[in-house]
């Protein structure tokens, strides 16, 4: 009995395209108690993490969904003929600060970045990674942004709080020097013009 | 000119902004972000505009913006210290970029972690049902339950204004969707009680805007003919009919 | 060794959304030897049955595929009903018109569209997110459309105010001079990324 409902809750996970929640799972099971659904998913995760086949449960988004292992990525890349879609530099600051500073206006966002932000936060609308909250009370009534459950769901977070802590910055040598590799190309050389323009060019492909 | 072209993307490519130009300075000169040599990180800044200048580099004025505040920290910081040290509530002039600076790292780190995550359509993949398998278990639509973002209803309303008749253009205007607001409120009214007293609706009301919106809303309402207003001879109280 | 290739070859059948031929999952691992692929394919059948899980190994025309198994279909079928879906394009525009136009009657939403909205307006009538607020007193005394709380919960919106422009998202991506152009292109790059992911995303439409 207790298997069937294992192997019940596994075939929901599996034809769900979004995560599923426990009290999602109850609605179809209708379980006096749903904490026996909580039990199920922990012994799934254990039976895939033991047999460390091409999936794992991952506890995502206030929910439940099985996902590939990230040690598989390269032959399902392959597979799947996607390209390195990454979001980019720009993309990722503006939606970390987002993340961070929710409820946040777009004046907020551009005076920590000290650029204009506007089609980040419209590309980040689009795809559903933001969204607009409401309206501040000031004088513009500008819109406020925050992030969405797709956020959650792409960056394998459990919920807000499972965001990890931006550290303290201590000095500029350590830590808060990554992603700034092509801010050491030489400014004034002349081949670095040719790296960049490379570089670019690769982005694009 | 394709030598221009060349200068373009590696300016936008190398700083995305002032503030990247000055981590990359601060970084490259190793100096302490909490005690900034205003003096050389603001002439390296200058000679780098300078420079942008000089090889024709289109870049944005948020460029010049920092550099005017460097250079007034710059001549705060010139100041002789005892002048600063009389007043107590003296701040080092440079906190007002240390501050936005260790802001920025902060956020800059915090992307960093996000992408180092294992992210859905990278390194990690749901599956996708395959369409024969749900094919046969058709829904109800009746009791679906709705997944739609305001996005896509601003994004399907702007396809519609393209095409919109030159009558039928849209009113934006706050006071226009206040009195949208007041409508669906009237109507709320309306729709539990059948009729409501004229004057109650401007009951308790006393911001001069909302008595106008009130107005209007009511003014709308007739118009289109949802409700009739009605004043009783003997005692002068008008009344508002839901039709 | 052998183990790995298996675990591959499951997440590679995990991912992909059509039946897989071996020739297929060679073309990514690339083996000199294919018939290993296909013993792999039977000991993941062979364990999938044994466990009698959520799922199991299909042989269709076209390959292999892990489906969920049959007997579950009952509680998916609950789970699909619950779920979340779309409105259609139409139903999206025919909303907007309502939302910004109301009070609005359905000639004039046909007026703006050039097509009959019966269908569509009954739809979202049905769903409670549009209501009618009466009849208009004119010849025919045609239907009165308005948008419903729903509607706003919808949305997310505390009240009609709330609702952005148009122009306001427009502005986003517009307004900005010339630095914007280094924001606009790593999100146009980032879309055919979207393409995919919105494919993933989608759901009964």
């Known amino acids: ?205 | 000119m394709p030598d221009d072209e060349r200068y373009h993307v590696k300016v936008e490519n190398i700083f995305e902004g002032p503030m990247d130009l000055l981590v990359y300075l601060i970084k490259k000169h190793e100096v302490d972000i909490y005690d900034i040599p205003i003096a050389l990180i603001t002439d390296r800044y200058l000679q780098y505009i300078a420079w942008m200048k000089a090889m024709n580099i289109d870049f944005a004025g948020d460029f010049l913006l920092m550099a005017a505040t460097l250079a007034h920290i710059k001549s705060r910081m010139l100041l002789p210290v005892h002048e600063s040290l009389e007043d107590e509530d003296a701040e080092d002039p440079r906190l007002e970029i240390t501050r936005p600076l260790l802001e920025y790292l902060r956020m800059k780190a915090a992307a960093e972690q996000l992408a180092g995550r294992n992210i859905l359509g990278e390194d990690t993949y749901n599956r996708q049902p395959p369409k024969e398998e749900l094919d046969d278990l058709k829904v109800d639509p009746s009791t679906e339950s709705l997944q739609v973002s305001l996005f896509e209803l601003i994004d399907a309303f702007q396809q519609v204004l393209e095409k919109i008749p030159g009558d039928h253009r849209v009113d934006f205007s706050e006071e226009r969707f206040s009195i949208q607001d007041k409508i669906a409120e009237i109507v709320d009214i309306l729709e539990a009680k059948g009729s409501v007293v004229f004057y109650e609706l401007f009951a308790g009301k006393t911001v001069k805007a909302e008595l106008i919106v009130t107005f209007l809303a009511i003014l709308e309402l007739a118009k289109v003919g949802l409700i009739e207003i009605a004043q009783q001879v003997q005692t002068g109280v008008i009344r508002l009919f839901y039709l």
Request: overall charge negative; charged content about 30%; glycine content about 8%.
């Open chain 1, 1 to 205: 009995m207790r298997d069937d409902l294992k192997h019940i809750i596994e075939s929901l996970l599996f034809v769900s395209e979004s995560p599923l929640s426990v009290r999602q799972i109850n609605s179809v099971l209708d379980l006096r108690e749903p904490a026996v659904i909580r039990e199920c998913l922990q012994e799934l995760a254990e039976e895939y993490e033991a047999r460390k086949g091409g999936f794992y449960l991952s506890e995502v988004a206030g929910g439940f969904q099985i996902r590939s292992r990230p040690e598989y990525r390269e032959w399902i890349r392959q597979l799947l003929q996607a390209g390195p879609s990454r979001l980019s530099r720009a993309a990722l600051e503006t939606l970390a600060i987002v993340a961070y500073k929710q409820p946040v206006i777009r004046s907020d966002i551009e005076h920590i970045r000290g650029v204009d932000c506007g089609g980040v936060l419209r590309m980040l609308l689009e795809r559903k990674i933001i969204r607009v909250l409401g309206r501040k009370e000031i004088p513009g009534r500008p819109l406020i942004y925050g992030t969405t459950r797709r956020f959650l769901e792409l960056f394998d977070l459990k919920d807000l709080k499972d965001l990890p802590t931006p550290q303290e910055i201590k000095s500029l040598s350590g830590d808060a020097g990554e992603g700034q590799e092509r801010a050491e190309t030489p400014a004034v050389s002349d081949e670095s013009e040719e790296d960049a323009g490379a570089e670019e060019g690769q982005k694009n492909t």
